[in-house]
């Protein structure tokens, strides 16, 4: 029998697999984990691409923010699309939720993403005192430019939503569900010393914009983009609250002063010769061969010396990740809406949402029959002799579009189908966020002082003015044209919104679709921005998950 | 004339069981004696089958107490020294023993054979046990019968013959799953049960030819299944590969060849139709005609009319199969072998596009050492299939059926050029004049079909190598090493193309994907069987390890050196300068570990009274160090009336038990590492610099940091879902074992889910892993058989079986108590068709607007607008411009406005009743059966058109819509909109049906054919899907697509189904076949 109590001794060992506890163990070997993360510059460096690419994210997952919703809201757009889709740009266009009662979420992606990026800011704003730097210089750099990027999302999304919860740390999901609606003031208070730190400490401290800089830099939160951005935060937050500095006391002349250094100290940056170069649609005209792009153009080029600061687009994006900026599908006229896309330097196939406002387009030619940048902002139907094409399916047809963002064609369909990309998901056109145009707008406006105003009056041929409140704020609407300020800036003029109220109230006819012979009157009621102060719906989901922390805002309940 | 007949069989059956161990026992006492019997006389005979008068060839005719014995020739005869007064015992496998006595020097035994007796076996977890002593809820179904039904997939035959089990094809496609649900969805991730084949673990059983399992069991209680723990919560499917068997080789050959056709065609609108609603529909929107009164023809002639599902569909699809099986085997070793080829080609597309192969290979053996002291064994398949498919699923698949359904009949197929036309302006010529679109962007479906080539390959090899020990009596030891390799590989050639401005692939691709992983287990296993008095115990206690890993590798590159799918490999593909065109991922799979230690404990007191116990703890690398183990108890206890004194000689009721069990498993369905806060470098880049398009980037940054949404933030605190499942059950027989009753009842809780919550974006994500959530599956299960023997030629058997199921969310972890399912499901940019689980409902529920008719008159519109808030139409969905026609969309909360808030619960893809019946008999050497398989009370969610684009197809159906009062009450008016066709019950359908699934009349010419060596030379004529019960107007009501979602799991997941996007329907099938036995 010593047999079978050696095999059942050999069978216990085999049941009781001793020693096994670490067969259970492993480690990811695809994924960092965040444990072992943050300890080298290099890995700030890359969690600062990720900031960016969080920023970017806002603008690839959804079509409405920074650049679709303002011109639909403002004075410029209508809400357009197809005669068979939803009517939610109706809604962002009349301030109505009846116009669409089932679009509770409109801004929800944009919520999520804003948050998402201001998160990944946040958590590499935390890790700052784990890293190894090189220099104080460097880390400062690192530092300004996510907080830069935190600022302008904060900024964004408090001007869309209003009273929006504020997280300066990375919370647990425990913690973000205790986060209530915070005083517009305290997020302004976060924004203006972010973005005064990052006027201090951003890159091209202390150096000058070059073209060679640019070349590999562009896209980096420059201290010029944000002294620029502080006064544009400034003028918002004075004019629409009412008051004479920020929250925290910055004034007038501190950002004045500010600005000046982006003009005065020969920052490098300046107007671009000619206006119409800067929109690849405005400068491009077609090629007798059909090559890859298909069109010749005289565009200057996403980094030029115009560009304070720009968002920055591709169409390297794969599947699940893509980098185009998605507003451009919903710009681009609608598919089969021209006769024959074939005589256009347009991209056929787009979703032809915000659509040109008529009046805004007559009032313009009035205001200045002989500005070149009527011909450059807009893609005009009639003195272009496009024809509509039978069977088109356009909504809100008004004859008009935004040509400074609208997608390429060059023949036959769109140059990104072209280059075997897909249209929507990779418009690689960047979104100039703030251009030098604009300092020398808020200069003269500062100031009081035309000169700066008609430094862009004269690269357009247009003669000087002298300094009126009236007259700067149509050059702005002039200049600004279609990207994305004019709403904002309506918002501020005047903090009764009257001005706003009278600006986008509308009463005339558009066309929805073939066989609408007679046209659709279109009424858009100025009260309704002044009903909701021209924020906009908060995402309805995110209001049920704050369990009664978050409300909707006004005018939209 | 048979019931005494039977009355005999059961009674020697159960002599035969009493004496089977005393014979046992003394034939071991006299291995080894030289026995010195008289042997003076000789006693011949024959034995042949009772059932056909048969000779029965390698019968065990023994002495009864001697070692004297021998087996039957080819002639059913044997020669044995036996003497006048001696017993002889008559023994054969699959026949009842008989023991006759010698009175003179011939005789004659006929034996009966042993089907359906009480002593059948089923299959357990780790073991066997005798089916009269189970005390849970478990189900059998032999092999023979999988392999009559002449399927590809076995759980497809099983369909209808399992009450409580759900088998659904995911699709009628050769080569696709089947999905099977155990007593109703337990968990949002899935509710696939765990397949165990031979004790290997395995994630499907497609691989296996019908004809290779013995038999299949299904645990359906928690307390059948808990001994396999933390993944038994979905219950668990054993199968049992065929094994040798002792006594004379055997060939055996099984084929048959069928030719497969679309059961039921859906029709579509052909021109002149389709030119009458676009018209009407224009005319609805206010838009002037598409022609004039007078016009139709020549506004018709300008176009096609193309019956695009006619132009996809494949006729006379052929299916076949092939299989050469041996078997046999010695006292020292026992063998079984099969190689086997399977094909299947598909109903729509060709055999290009649309096909499935498998090729079998099966080696099963056991080897007998030191007089069972030791037994060595195996298992081994190998199958490699190749499969090919057409695109099917959700709107973005490409599907060529849904295409099919929506493309308009005016685009035609060709050209004046005779190649595929392309629908963008100006860039085909047909009927001798440029084209013009009628419909932009809508693409030729045929050809969308056809220009792709893509095929795949899997390769699966599976078996174990195992050792028994039985060092004392009845204590055996048992160790196993199991192991299953797939290797993986597809590759696609995407042509140059242009079918419509937004249809088209400028430049040719191929793409290459390999992968391979493997799972290997270690399990060990002791059991003891010993008995004290009366009191009978069998105690099993066991440990196993398992480890899965694997690798994949992609590419995808363009620009091949010749352009076609031979010669589209990797290394064909020459692009270099187009980044976005190149495509390349590979990797480890993510590993999983698990760890497990198990017992049970059987007792029973003379087999009238059970008691079986198990438990099993689990180790999971799925969880964080500290929540990794989870424990599974289970009890159960069983009662065997019918051996009471009271019935024991009762004449109705043969056997009677009755059975109680409770128990857990569990459900480890997440991917690895979800504990971990993953930092994601993957994709997450943002390029600085200047560049006026994507060729002119700079500085390529890599960037790091936790996304959003994947991998989501860890959470360290995972365990696992747990189900809890309370089973009471009956199983008896009456009428002499004619009549066969089981009867079940369940209670069964699934909760803690492993639920992706949402949690508010601020911290980083918008949803985090937590568990939570519930869900209650509640139902009775009713199985009845009857078999009858008229006379010696004719017998019959009618079976049946029907269960219900009753399923109720009872808590989901979400603020509002609901997880939302996806949207642009039913058609591009639709709102969500179901809600995965809510409070209160079932699980994936149809959620949409509840309607109340169509509006008939102006009157109608009027009182219906008047009766929303402010009398106002913008408070209707329509809005201001609601009209006759329109649907009344019901303002189900009473708010005076239809908003979202009204959409309710409209239908569920779960059935409550699941039904079989199948009846057979044999007359002579004919033999005929009948099967079918049905549910009731579910709803199918049908979608064949994208609303959204007011050019596609309709069904037939639409010539029904409302045209003016009275014309219907159903379907609207025609308009270009979607706005009657918001998510609603329109879209809705009562998926009840009964599908007579297989009829089969066989002709068995072994019987009239006297070759000594064959005993079986059936050929058969079968119908397959021969006509199926419905009211459901589609190609197929058994619709078990649902909506693919990434689920927890990482892999892909349905929270619904029931949702017919354009369904591959199953074939109807006539086939015809051979079996032989030699």
Same mark, same amino acid.
């Given at each position: 029998m010593k047999i079978f109590k050696n095999i059942l001794i050999a069978t216990a060992g085999m049941l009781i697999l001793s020693g096994c506890s670490d067969f259970l163990n492993s480690d990811p070997t695809l994924t960092l984990v965040e444990t072992n993360y943050y300890r080298t510059e290099k890995d700030a460096q890359t969690a600062l691409v990720g900031c960016y690419d969080g920023l970017q994210n806002i603008f690839v997952k959804d079509d409405l923010p920074g650049l679709v919703a303002p011109t639909i809201m403002s004075d410029e757009c209508f809400g357009g699309g197809g005669t068979g889709d939803g009517k939610g740009d109706d809604l962002i266009d009349q301030f109505d939720k009846t116009l669409s009662p089932s679009d509770l979420n409109m801004y929800k992606v944009v919520y999520q993403q804003s948050y998402l990026a201001i998160y990944r800011c946040n958590m590499l704003l935390s890790k700052m005192d784990q890293v190894t730097w090189s220099s104080q210089t460097t880390r400062n750099q690192v530092e300004a430019e996510a907080k830069f990027i935190r600022a302008y999302t904060y900024f964004e999304l408090v001007k869309l939503l209003g009273k929006i919860p504020l997280v300066v740390k990375p919370v647990t999901p425990t913690e973000a569900a205790m986060l209530a609606q915070a005083n517009t003031d305290d997020i302004y208070k976060l924004i203006e010393s972010d973005l005064l730190f990052a006027a201090e400490n951003a890159q091209l401290k202390g150096a000058k914009w070059t073209d060679s800089w640019a070349k590999s830099n562009d896209g980096h939160v420059t201290v010029f983009a944000a002294k620029s951005m502080l006064a544009r935060v400034f003028l918002f937050y004075t004019g629409y609250y009412n008051k #004479? #500095?920020? $929250? @925290? !006391? %910055? #004034?007038s002349t501190t950002v004045t002063s500010a600005l000046q250094e982006v003009y005065e100290t020969n920052s490098g940056h300046g107007l671009v010769d000619t206006y119409k170069n800067m929109w690849p649609a405005a400068c491009s005209s077609r090629n007798a061969t059909d090559t890859i792009t298909g069109l010749s153009s005289t565009y200057v080029g996403e980094a030029n010396k115009e560009t304070v600061w720009s968002v920055k687009f591709n169409s390297t994006g794969v599947w699940g990740n893509m980098d185009g900026f998605s507003g451009m599908r919903l710009l681009g006229m609608r598919s089969g809406t021209v006769k024959s896309f074939g005589t256009t330097v347009y991209g056929d196939g787009a979703w032809g949402c915000a659509t040109v406002n008529p009046k805004f387009v007559s009032t313009w030619k009035t205001e200045e029959p002989t500005d070149p940048r009527i011909v450059s902002s807009i893609i005009d139907f009639k003195s272009e002799g496009l024809t509509l094409a039978d069977k088109h399916d356009q909504r809100e047809f008004t004859g008009y579009y935004n040509k400074k963002y609208t997608c390429l064609g060059n023949g036959t369909s769109n140059i990104y189908t072209k280059q075997k990309l897909d249209f929507q998901w990779n418009e690689y056109q960047d979104f100039v966020v703030i251009r030098y145009a604009d300092v020398l707008l808020m200069l003269s406006e500062l100031t009081g002082d035309a000169k700066y105003m008609n430094e862009v009056r004269k690269r357009v041929g247009l003669v000087d003015v002298t300094y009126s409140p009236e007259a700067l704020r149509a050059e702005r609407k002039h200049e600004l044209a279609?990207?994305?300020i004019r709403y904002w800036d309506l918002l501020r003029y005047d903090y009764t919104l009257k001005y706003a109220a009278d600006a986008v109230s509308f009463s005339g006819t558009v066309t929805n679709g073939y066989g609408d012979k007679t046209g659709t009157a279109k009424v858009i009621d100025g009260q309704k921005l002044v009903d909701c102060r021209g924020i906009s719906q908060f995402p309805n989901d995110i209001i049920s998950l704050s369990n009664g922390l978050l409300f909707q805002n006004d005018g939209w309940k | 004339m048979n019931e005494k007949h039977v009355i005999q069989n059961v009674q020697r059956l159960f002599q035969n069981l009493l004496n089977e161990y005393v014979i046992l026992a003394l034939l071991l006492c006299s291995v080894g004696l030289v026995t010195a019997q008289n042997s003076e006389s000789k006693v011949s005979g024959t034995v042949t089958s009772e059932k056909d008068g048969e000779p029965l060839i390698g019968v065990s005719v023994m002495v009864k107490g001697s070692s004297v014995g021998t087996i039957t020739d080819f002639n059913g005869a044997f020669t044995v020294s036996a003497k006048s007064g001696q017993t002889l015992v008559v023994s054969y496998i699959g026949y009842l023993k008989q023991e006759v006595k010698v009175t003179g020097s011939t005789v004659k035994v006929s034996l009966n054979e042993d089907n359906k007796s009480l002593d059948e076996v089923v299959v357990i977890g780790y073991g066997v046990q005798k089916k009269k002593l189970n005390t849970g809820a478990t189900v059998q179904v032999k092999g023979d019968e999988l392999l009559k039904q002449n399927t590809t997939n076995a759980l497809q035959a099983m369909q209808g013959s399992t009450a409580g089990v759900n088998i659904t094809s995911t699709s009628g496609q050769p080569g696709k799953g089947i999905n099977v649900t155990i007593r109703g969805v337990g968990s949002i991730n899935g509710s696939n049960p765990l397949y165990i084949v031979d004790g290997v673990q395995t994630g499907n059983i497609d691989y296996l030819s019908n004809s290779d399992i013995a038999s299949i069991d299904i645990l359906k209680d928690a307390a059948s299944a808990a001994i396999y723990g933390a993944q038994a919560s979905n219950g668990v499917v054993l199968i049992t590969t065929r094994t040798g068997t002792k006594g004379a080789s055997k060939i055996s050959f099984d084929s048959y060849y069928g030719i497969q056709n679309i059961a039921k065609k859906v029709q579509t609108l052909d021109a002149s139709q389709y030119a009458l609603i676009m018209n009407e529909q224009a005319i609805n929107e206010g838009n002037s005609p598409l022609y004039p009164t007078t016009g139709k023809a020549a506004f018709l002639s300008n176009y096609d009319d193309t019956n695009w599902l006619n132009s996809i569909t494949n006729k006379n699809a052929p299916t076949y199969n092939y299989t050469l099986g041996m078997n046999g085997g010695s006292d020292a070793s026992v063998f079984s072998l099969s190689l086997g080829v399977t094909g299947q080609d598909g109903i729509f597309g060709n055999h290009k596009n649309s096909s499935y192969e498998r090729y079998n290979f099966k080696i099963n053996s056991e080897h007998n050492f030191y007089n069972n002291f030791l037994k060595v064994g195996q298992h081994l398949t190998f199958a490699y299939t190749k499969t090919s498919g057409i695109n099917e699923g959700g709107l973005y698949s490409g599907s060529p059926i849904r295409g099919a359904l929506s493309t308009s009949p005016f685009l035609p197929m060709y050209d004046d050029n005779g190649a595929y036309l392309n629908n963008t302006a100006g860039k085909s010529t047909y009927k001798g004049s440029t084209w013009t679109p009628?419909? $932009? !962007?809508?693409?030729?479906p045929y050809a969308l079909m056809n220009e792709k080539e893509s095929h795949s390959a899997y390769q699966k090899t599976i078996g174990d190598i195992y050792a028994e020990i039985q060092p004392i009596k009845n204590l055996k030891i048992k160790t196993t090493f199991g192991l299953e390799y797939n290797s993986n590989s597809e590759r696609t050639f995407m042509p140059v193309y242009q079918l419509s401005s937004l249809t088209y692939n400028n430049v040719d691709y191929a793409t290459q994907r390999l992968s391979n992983n493997l799972t290997w287990n270690w399990d060990n296993t002791a059991s003891y069987d010993f008995k004290i008095n009366e009191h009978a115990f069998t105690v099993l206690l066991g440990s196993s390890m398992r480890k899965y890993q694997g690798e994949f590798l992609y590419s995808k590159n363009a620009n091949l050196t010749i352009a076609d799918y031979n010669h589209a490999w990797i290394s064909n593909t020459t692009n270099t300068a187009t980044s976005a065109l190149w495509e390349y991922t590979g990797g480890p799979d993510d590993e999983s570990m698990m760890m497990s230690y198990f017992g049970r404990l059987n007792y029973n007191y003379k087999e009238k009274y059970m008691l079986n116990t198990t438990f099993r703890a689990d180790g999971s690398s799925h969880f964080a160090p500290g929540n990794r183990w989870g424990y599974f108890p289970s009890v159960s206890a069983g009662w065997v009336v019918s051996n009471e004194d009271f019935l024991l000689n009762n004449n109705t009721v043969d056997f009677l038990k009755v059975r109680l069990s409770w128990g857990q498993g569990g459900n480890q369905n997440i991917g690895a590492w979800k504990y971990l806060s993953k930092i994601n470098t993957a994709n997450t880049y943002y390029y600085y610099g200047n560049g006026t398009n994507s060729n002119n980037l700079s500085t390529i940054g890599s960037s790091i940091n936790v996304t959003g949404s994947y991998p989501s933030l860890g959470n360290e605190t995972l365990l696992w879902e747990t189900s809890e499942q309370t089973n009471f059950g009956i199983d008896a027989k009456f009428l002499k074992s004619r009549l066969g009753i089981t009867l079940d009842l369940y209670n069964k809780n699934s909760k803690d889910w492993l639920v992706d919550a949402p949690v508010r974006p601020e911290s980083g994500a918008s949803t985090v892993l937590i568990n939570g959530g519930d869900v209650t599956n509640k139902g009775i299960e009713l199985a009845l058989t009857w078999n009858d023997k008229l006379n010696k030629d004719f017998s019959y058997n009618v079976s049946g079986n029907i269960s219900y199921n009753n399923s109720v969310v009872g808590n989901v972890p979400t603020a509002d108590g609901i997880i939302a399912g996806n949207s642009n499901e039913a058609y591009a940019n639709a709102a969500a068709l179901y809600r995965k689980a809510q409070s209160g409902y079932p699980i994936g529920y149809f959620w949409g607007y509840k309607t109340d008719g169509i509006l008939q008159n102006s009157t109608e519109v009027k009182n219906y607008v008047a009766s929303m808030k402010n009398g106002s139409a913008n408070n209707t969905l329509q809005g201001r411009n609601i009209t006759s026609g329109d649907v009344r969309y019901v303002d189900v909360n009473g708010d005076g406005a239809i908003t979202e808030? @009204? +959409? #309710?619960?409209? !239908? +569920? $893809? %779960? $059935?409550d009743f699941n039904f079989g019946l199948s009846l057979g008999f044999t007359w002579k050497a004919f033999d005929f059966s009948l099967t079918s398989n049905g549910v009731a009370g579910n709803e199918i969610f049908q979608s064949y058109r994208d609303y959204g684009n007011k050019s596609a197809n309709y069904t037939t159906a639409i010539l029904g819509r409302w045209h003016g009062e009275g014309t219907s009450n159903e379907l609207p008016r025609v308009t270009e909109t979607n706005i009657n066709y918001q998510i609603s019950d329109i879209f809705i359908h009562k998926g009840d049906f009964l599908r007579i699934s297989n009829i089969q009349i066989g002709y068995d010419f072994a019987k009239n054919i006297k070759w000594k060596y064959l005993s079986q030379f059936r050929w058969y004529v079968a119908v397959q899907n021969a006509y199926t019960f419905t009211s459901y107007d589609g190609m197929d009501p058994e619709v078990g697509y649902g909506t693919a979602d990434t689920g927890n799991t990482g892999s892909s997941v349905s929270s619904t189904s029931g949702v017919d996007l354009g369904y591959y329907p199953r074939p109807r099938t006539f086939i015809t076949g051979v079996s032989l036995k030699f």
């Open positions: #004479t #500095t920020l $929250p @925290d !006391g %910055t #004034t279609f990207e994305g | 009628w419909s $932009p !962007g809508e693409a030729n808030a @009204d +959409k #309710t619960m409209i !239908g +569920k $893809p %779960t $059935p």
